[in-house]
C-alpha cells in the first residue's frame, strides 16, 4: 500500500514511518523541512506548507497514495484544504484528532460544571464551545487560535472521500515535547523524600498512551479497510490515579521517597488549580481493539522505563516552562511534610495514651 503522511517528523511521525514500512507498505512524507527524523532509507520525503496543497495536485495524483494520513489538521480550513485536495486521488483519509473535543474536557476546564461519567465512548457528548484555546493567553505548543477538533472531524466524515478518525490521549515517550514525566523525575533524582500531593490530583485519572502503541494503533486504522467511516479512541486499558503513576514511576527508577496526600484545605492560597477533578478524564478504547484487533506492543512498565530513559538524556532547554502546576516548590512541601510528620507522631501518642490508661493516669 502507498501512503501518504502529512508531517510526521515530530513525536508520534517517526515511529507510525517505521511501524509502516516494517509492515511492508511504501511511505511518503510531506512536511515543511523544519524538524529532523531517524527514518527508514527508503521513505521518500517533499517538502513543502500544507496551505500550498492545491498547488501540488500534479505532483500528488502521479503519486497516487492510497491512504492520505493527516498528522497535523488543526483547523476546519486545514481540514477543507485536506479533502478538497485528495477527494479524487486517495481512497481514504486517517485524521488525528484528540480527546479534548468531548465535553468533559470543558467540565475539566471549569466551563461546565455537570461531571460526565467515564469512561468516555466514541459516542459521548461533544463540547459544546468551540475553538477552546481562543481565549488562553498561551497556547499549548503554539496551537493556532482557531484550532477546533470538532470542526475538523465534521469536515472528512461529511465529504465523499472515506475518512477515519482516531482521538488520541495525553501521548507519553520519546520526544515528547510536553516532557510529561519531567518533573517527577526531577524530584526523584533530588532524591525528595516524598512528592506531595492534594487529594485531588492524586486521585484524578486521565488516559495515556505510550508513543510507539499510538503508531501501531494508527498503523492499524491506516492498513484496514474496515476502519473506514469509523471513530476510535486510543488509549491504555488501565486508567492510574497521578498517585499512582508517580509511585509506577518512582519504582522504576528505584526511588526511596514515596507520594504523600493531604486534604485540599492544606493547600496554600495560590497553589489551587482552577480545574474541576471531580471529572476525570478516561476514554474505553474497546472498539479499536475489538474491530481491528488492536493491542499494546509495549507493556506499561517498559513503555515508562524508555520514557524515563529517553527523558533522563534529553532535559528540556526550559525546565520551569515544564513544571507540573500542582507540584509544590521544595520550602512549601517541607513545611508541609514537617507538619505532617508532626501530625502522624501526635496521633500515635494519642493512640498510646487510649491504650494504656493506667500508665497515663499514674
Known sequence: MKILIIGGTNFIGPPLVRQLVAMGHEVILFHRGTTTASLPRDV??????????????????QLSPQVVIDMIAYT???????????????????????MDVYRAYDVLWGKESDVVPVPLTEDSPLRQQLCPYRKMPSRPLNMPVDYEKILVERVV????????????PMVYGSRDVLHRLYSYLQR??????????????????????????????????????????RIYHVAEVEAL????????????????GKVVVIPNSQLPQDQKLPLNLEQDWIVDSTRIRQELGYQEIVPLDEALRRTIDW????????????AMPWLLDSATEDLILADFKS????QHQDSAVESHPQKSAS
Open 188 to 229: 526523584m533524582d533530588d532524591n525528595r523524600p516524598a512528592i506531595v500531593l492534594s487529594e485531588s490530583i492524586a486521585r484524578w485519572r486521565g488516559s495515556y498512551g505510550y508513543v510507539e502503541n499510538i503508531a501501531y494503533a494508527i498503523a492499524l486504522a491506516t492498513t484496514n479497510e474496515n476502519a473506514a467511516g
Open 343 to 346: 501530625n502522624i507522631k501526635s
Open 241 to 256: 490515579t497521578e498517585a499512582e503513576r508517580i509511585t509506577r514511576v518512582g519504582e522504576i527508577v528505584g526511588w526511596q
Open 76 to 98: 476546519e480550513q486545514d481540514a477543507l484544504t485536506l479533502m478538497n485536495t485528495f477527494e479524487d486521488i486517495a481512497g481514504r483519509v486517517v485524521v488525528i484528532s484528540s
Open 311 to 322: 527523558q533522563k538524556t534529553h532535559p528540556p532547554q526550559e525546565p520551569q516552562q515544564f
Open 44 to 61: 521518500h520525503e517533499i517538502l513543502g506548507d500544507r496551505s500550498h496543497f492545491w498547488e501540488m495536485r500534479s505532483q500528488f495524483q
Open 157 to 168: 466524515m461529511a465529504c465523499d472521500l472515506p475518512g477515519t478518525i482516531l482521538r488520541l
